[in-house]
């Protein structure tokens, strides 16, 4: 079989990193998990029988025998404390509320006076009585108490309720006393409020002659159009008048004042006719056309002139008339009428405006005044309506702090237990057994979960990223050939290795001096099977005096011209003093080095401590063309091997990197082969 190398990056993509801990540590076979528990079922199987075992005697010893007694409690609907036509001016308590009030401090404490023979203490009620709601009728209350006898139980329930209750009537009473006191307190000062706007309201509606401001509006508006319409007529008269004056001018200019009249005949009807109308231009100088007088004298003059006209002339000797012109007169008679009119009518027009410039200044203020008034009118009916709700509120707050009523009473009282609640000893026990199944199983889990040593070639190659190279298990008298197996693939690597020109590997390994070396010298005889001459080179902080001509050290330094040959077992030897510390040799030094042994086909640096000097490890690591990491079985931490493969990896250093794992007990091979 031929294993192929493959080349890791620097960082592996995609790697999660908690500042230098990378995640993929934690990465192990899952048959590790089944690992942990095979190897801890003792535990897991012991434990927890013995914990259900050990509740279950706890709970016969220590938990005695509790009886519990049940009281009912009874809330009626809500509909049912309604009277028809009342308002809802009361809100009652929430069941929340009440189921808190059941289980107050001061209602425990009264329970406790008022069972001071049964010995109850305030905690031995809070924690012995629960306060459930049943799903079916949320306003049924069961009030459960328990004790260690059926008596006390049953006391203990109805004390509570019967305590309650009275607390709750009390309470609910002191609710509708108040309600009552801030009612009235409010409906009085309501009252004061109306009374006040009343008065200025009245006041206001005085100033207007004691009638609300619409009908004053009202009634001045009418006014108003009344005057308007008189003042229209009477500047319809004073034009007319004032036309009919300017023609009556012009006629008076053009007739004479004076004229003579001869007459050879005399008609006496129309002598009466003329005498009439000029008593009748007398008059319409001092009256107007309405009044009675001028009416009366224009009838009668009327009734001359039909007279004349049915009865014809009245022929009487002619005589001469010299004197005053009548038609100037009777102009002379209208222009004094219509001067008049025009007079009349100019002064009724002035006295119409002042009057009308009054009665617009009073709507005007009117006007202003009405949307304030409407909005105390509305704000005065509001508050009587609402004063009248609180009189109906008040009187029914009222009743009910007066009424022997409650919403909530004893739907059933307590009975005396006849047997104690089941101390469910099987249960706990059973949960206590599983508890501490998961306890068990989950403390071993965790501990896997958080160990982080080499125990398999999946935590080489998922969780450091380096190919693992072999798995070999301990060397026992019923697993020899699984141990040859597993050691002759692990050689064939090796030899593989050892194909290329002047092959050299780094072998790092953690575990004590003697175990590694021991698993190499079985390595070295199994490659001597198969024919490859191998070198070790062992790097050591101590050495015996009689391997000091093993060491390679002078040669590195310069100081030789050639190393020196190996022991019997084909071991060479460095040994890290303060010289190796200061001034390592170089790379170039150590491949000098591999030349010179080329006879060997492969060598191998044993390095056990990389921490002892960091700066030679690195140097060592860089010669080799290919580093294994060699781990014991569950000895070596993933973290100092990652450490140490982050820093050959730095600097552009890109070694083969690789992993063995070595030791493992023959009982466990299975689980990580």
């Not at 459930?132 to 108490?145: C, E, G, H, P, Q």
């Not at 309501?190 to 009908?215: A, H, P, V």
């Not at 006496?268 to 004298?297: C, F, H, S």
């Not at 999946?458 to 798995?471: K, N, Q, S, Y």
Request: proline share 4%.
């Amino acid at each position: 079989m031929e294993f192929e190398w493959e080349e890791e990056p620097q960082e592996r993509k995609g790697e999660l990193k908690i500042g230098s801990f990378s995640l993929s540590l934690l990465r192990r076979d899952i048959r590790l998990w089944g690992l942990a528990l095979y190897k801890k079922w003792v535990w897991i199987v012991l434990v927890p029988p013995l914990a259900g075992g050990l509740i279950f005697l706890a709970v016969t010893l220590f938990c005695g025998r509790v009886f519990e007694a049940n009281t009912t409690l009874l809330r009626v609907e809500r509909d049912y404390q309604k009277i028809e036509g009342a308002v809802d001016a009361f809100k009652p308590l929430s069941n929340e509320v009440v189921v808190d009030m059941i289980r107050s401090r001061n209602n425990i404490l009264e329970v406790c006076r008022r069972l001071s023979g049964s010995n109850v203490s305030f905690q031995d009620v809070y924690d012995n009585t629960t306060i459930t709601r049943k799903k079916s009728r949320d306003n049924l209350f069961v009030i459960s108490a328990r004790a260690a006898d059926p008596k006390t139980a049953a006391e203990l329930a109805d004390a509570i309720a019967g305590v309650f209750l009275e607390d709750y009537k009390n309470t609910q009473k002191s609710k509708h006393v108040e309600s009552y006191n801030n009612y009235r307190r409010n409906q009085e000062e309501l009252k004061l409020d109306i009374e006040n706007r009343e008065r200025e309201l009245k006041k206001q509606m005085e100033d207007f002659g004691g009638i609300s401001l619409t009908e004053a509006l009202e009634r001045c508006s009418s006014q108003i159009r009344a005057l308007e319409a008189r003042q229209l007529d009477d500047r319809a008269t004073a034009q007319a008048a004032e036309s009919k004056l300017e023609e009556l001018r012009k006629q008076l200019a053009a007739t004479p004042p004076t004229i003579r009249t001869v007459s050879e005949t005399y008609d006496e009807d129309k002598m009466e006719i003329q005498r009439k109308e000029m008593e009748l231009a007398g008059l319409r100088m001092q009256y107007t056309d309405d009044n009675p007088i001028v009416q009366k004298a224009a009838m009668t003059l009327k009734v001359l002139k039909e007279r004349a006209a049915v009865n014809g002339a009245s022929q009487k000797p002619s005589k001469v008339i010299q004197g005053v012109n009548p038609t100037y007169r009777f102009i002379e008679a209208d222009i004094v009428r219509a001067q008049s009119e025009f007079t009349a009518a100019g002064h009724n027009i002035s006295t119409i405006g002042e009057s009308l410039q009054v009665l617009r200044n009073q709507e005007a203020k009117i006007v202003r005044l009405i949307p304030a008034y409407e909005q105390m009118v509305a704000i005065l009916k509001q508050k009587k309506e609402l004063l009248g709700e609180l009189e109906k509120s008040c009187h029914m707050q009222n009743l009910a702090a007066n009424s022997p009523f409650c919403d909530i009473s004893i739907y059933e009282h307590a009975a005396q237990p006849t047997q104690g609640i089941a101390r469910r000893r099987l249960v706990l026990s059973l949960g206590g057994l599983i508890l501490a199944f998961l306890g068990t199983a989950g403390t071993v889990l965790g501990k896997e979960a958080l160990n982080l040593r080499v125990r398999s070639g999946d935590d080489f190659e998922a969780g450091l990223g380096v190919p693992c190279i072999g798995t070999v298990c301990e060397l026992a008298s019923d697993n020899r050939s699984e141990y040859y197996a597993q050691l002759q693939m692990l050689v064939d690597h090796i030899r593989d290795l050892a194909e290329k020109p002047e092959a050299m590997v780094a072998m790092v390994s953690y575990d004590s001096r003697k175990e590694a070396e021991a698993f190499v010298d079985k390595c070295n005889d199994v490659l001597m099977l198969k024919d490859i001459d191998t070198l070790r080179i062992s790097v050591c902080s101590e050495l015996p005096e009689k391997s000091a001509r093993y060491l390679v050290n002078d040669y590195l330094y310069g100081l030789a011209a050639a190393p020196p040959e190996p022991d019997a077992g084909r071991t060479l030897y460095f040994k890290l003093d303060e010289m190796s510390f200061f001034t390592p040799p170089e790379p170039e030094r150590l491949r000098m080095m591999r030349g010179e042994l080329k006879k060997y086909d492969i060598v191998v640096w044993t390095i056990g401590k990389p921490e002892e000097d960091r700066r030679l490890f690195e140097i060592i690591c860089e010669s080799c063309g290919d580093v294994i990491f060699a781990a014991r079985f569950d000895c070596e931490s993933k973290l100092k091997i990652s450490a140490d493969i982050r820093a050959l990896r730095q600097g552009g250093r890109e070694p083969a990197v690789s992993g063995l794992l070595y030791d493992i007990p023959a009982g466990l091979s299975k689980w990580v082969v």
